[in-house]
């Protein structure tokens, strides 16, 4: 598992991403986004699971992450359209009514600022750093010791988390320091998980692109109050597919990588992908 490896999962998503989408356009269907959504993560899963079961990967290398232990769920969190629209479907219905309000204090702050005040991810399960319109059935406790809401369709930046300690991101979370929040292998592995992620991500968005979709990488927290605001979420995500602006554009990332861009790097990745076959 090695570089190559990666290179062949983000033209396998650009695959996937292209042949679900022309079929979400031609049946004017964008609940097919949510099915693209899951495609993907179970692409990004797969490849996770193929690296942490190799024989010769070190111990110190595999991850320490379980589930309850959420220091990284204190970050900033960028996905794409598709995710989004996966998010915001399974998002459970109590949360989904002050979602809005949740998102008022989060979508402002950057990464420093957020690990400094310990601002939760207002998807996990904990009435920490909640609103009012948090259900009581949601058990009370610590923000760093909760479980996601939205596991299952969590975004590819949450499943790239891989961190070798968890003492070491409890001792970080404690200094506050966003560098340092998620500890991972000093040691800069060609295997390493996140690379495959986003390979995945990368294959995605080029696809997104190319099939005449805007391929915004959006804020979490800004994007999901942008939807709250608005009568039919719905409705966004069908100008989303006819490539219209839309009211998402407000949450892009600056640093998301243009239309171009994208498209030189999918075909250089698939052109690696055919002088390896």
């Known amino acids: 598992m090695d570089v190559n490896d990666a290179i062949k999962m983000g033209v396998r998503a650009f695959e996937i991403t292209s042949v679900m989408l022309a079929s979400a356009k031609r049946q004017k269907e964008v609940g097919i986004l949510d099915t693209l959504a899951i495609e993907l993560a179970t692409l990004a899963d797969t490849h996770a699971r193929q690296v942490a079961d190799l024989p010769d990967e070190p111990k110190l290398a595999r991850h320490d992450c ?146 005449g979709c805007n391929p915004h990488v959006v804020a979490m927290d800004h994007a999901l109050a942008l939807l709250a605001s608005v009568p039919s979420p719905e409705l966004v995500f069908q100008e989303w597919l006819l490539g219209h602006e839309q009211i998402l554009t407000k949450a892009r990332l600056k640093s998301a990588p243009a239309p171009k861009a994208l498209a030189k790097v999918c075909e250089s990745m698939r052109a690696t992908c055919e002088s390896i076959k």
Not at 79 to 101: C, H
Not at 119 to 139: H, K, Q, V
Request: aromatic share 6%.
């Open 66 to 211: 379980k589930k309850g232990c959420s220091y990284c769920c204190h970050l900033s969190v960028a996905l794409t359209v598709p995710e989004l629209y996966s998010l915001w479907l399974n998002i459970p219905a109590p949360l989904r009514k002050g979602v809005g309000e949740l998102a008022k204090d989060r979508k402002r702050m950057g990464e420093v600022e957020r690990c400094r005040q310990k601002m939760p991810c207002m998807l996990l399960d904990t009435l920490m750093g909640m609103s009012e319109y948090e259900p009581a059935r949601l058990r009370q406790g610590p923000s760093w010791q909760a479980n996601c809401t939205i596991y299952k369709h969590r975004p590819l930046a949450c499943r790239a988390m891989y961190a070798v300690s968890a003492d070491r991101c409890q001792l970080a979370f404690g200094k506050a320091h966003a560098n340092i929040v998620r500890p991972m292998h000093p040691i800069v592995r060609p295997m390493h998980p996140t690379l495959g992620i986003q390979g995945v991500g990368v294959g995605a968005m080029g696809a997104i692109a190319e099939m």
